[in-house]
């Protein structure tokens, strides 16, 4: 099939709600692609927001170099309230014209592509990168961040496990994800958790953590690793719980916002990379208010509107596994 190629000269780049490791390499692909292409690129800092108060910096070559490896974002990130009201908007719109910007790409989460959704029904054209670490965006099965965040909180529990073995303890461990338990699974799953706790899951408290604590002790365990997604619980509350119901005395630990920082593993870095490429090139193409996803390794995109509506689940297998890596 022919593909249109729109001649295209300024395009703007923000990232907007919680920042994820690896918006850097992905804001370094977009302005490189863009420049390979000759066109310009603008950084919009702090979201939204920065839409709205024409807060841009023009960026080049230089602007982004040695970005690949950070973490957070160099354009800044914030949640705008402003942005959701039809006058935040409409000055967004104003910035856009003023600015002379033939398209925007967002890179975010949810929020981030509600945003983009109602910019685009004042015919801007934007395209939406999938960045968070709660991977809760329901059309692709990957979003940018998720991988090195696993990764941290991995080596952070990892770490807890070699105090807990040795003061026979159990742990009571909140990870982030906010109504999402993607991050929580993978995480315990990669863990050898004892006990998994999401919000996607019914929580029977005695067979699916009582129980599992006392079946592990009379395989001769010693020490216990409950994860828990912090749209599941709080970890304080359930080590409580434990505490009421069995002779132990749990340690609580929040992983909190180091779960957000670091710099990117390889595969955010890379996956950032192809979707800022993707999203340029789409740009250029003159498709407009879509979402870039990943599916087994392959792209695509879907409308903004039809993908802030599916749904995902934890995959059922993710259940299965756990529950044979738990029931003995
Ligand atoms: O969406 C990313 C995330 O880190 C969630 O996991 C968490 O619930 C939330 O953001 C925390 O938000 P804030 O940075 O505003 O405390």
Redesign the pocket.
């Known amino acids: 099939m022919e593909v249109l190629i729109m001649a295209i000269k300024r395009i703007g780049v923000l990232t907007s709600?919680?920042d994820a490791p690896g918006m850097n390499p992905c804001v370094r692909a977009v302005v490189r692609t863009a420049l390979y292409h000759g066109i310009e690129c603008y950084g919009i800092r702090r979201g939204w927001h920065g839409l709205i108060n024409g807060d841009v910096v023009k960026l080049d070559e230089r602007s982004v170099s040695h970005i690949i490896d950070r973490g957070g974002t160099i354009l800044f990130t914030a949640?705008s309230k402003e942005f959701m009201t039809e006058e935040g908007q409409r000055k967004a719109v104003s910035t856009c014209k003023f600015l002379g910007l033939d398209g925007i790409i967002a890179i975010g989460?949810d929020g981030t592509f509600r945003g983009a959704l109602a910019l685009s029904k004042y015919g801007i054209n934007v395209i939406g990168i999938p960045g968070?670490?709660?991977n809760d965006i329901s059309c692709t099965n990957y979003c940018i961040g998720f991988d090195t965040a696993a990764n941290t909180a991995i080596e952070c529990i990892d770490k807890l496990r070699d105090t807990m073995q040795s003061h026979e303890r159990c742990s009571v461990v909140e990870v982030?994800?906010?109504n999402a338990g993607y991050l929580a699974m993978y995480v315990g799953l990669a863990v050898g958790a004892t006990a998994v706790l999401v919000p996607e899951e019914p929580v029977d408290f005695e067979k699916d953590v009582i129980e599992k604590i006392r079946q592990a002790r009379l395989n001769g365990f010693t020490h216990y690793m409950i994860v828990v997604a912090?749209g599941a619980g709080s970890a304080a509350e359930i080590a409580a719980k434990i505490k009421d119901a069995i002779d132990l005395d749990p340690r609580v630990t929040v992983l909190g916002?180091i779960?957000?920082g670091g710099s990117p593993t390889g595969r955010d870095r890379v996956n950032a990379t192809k979707m800022g490429y993707m999203a340029v090139e789409m740009l250029m193409e003159g498709k407009s208010n879509r979402i870039i996803c990943t599916h087994d390794g392959g792209f695509t995109d879907v409308d903004i509107s039809e993908g802030l509506s599916m749904k995902k689940g934890i995959q059922q297998m993710e259940v299965d596994v756990l529950a044979a890596m738990t029931g003995i």
């Open positions: 709600g919680g949640r989460g968070t670490i709660d982030m994800g906010r912090e916002h779960q957000r």
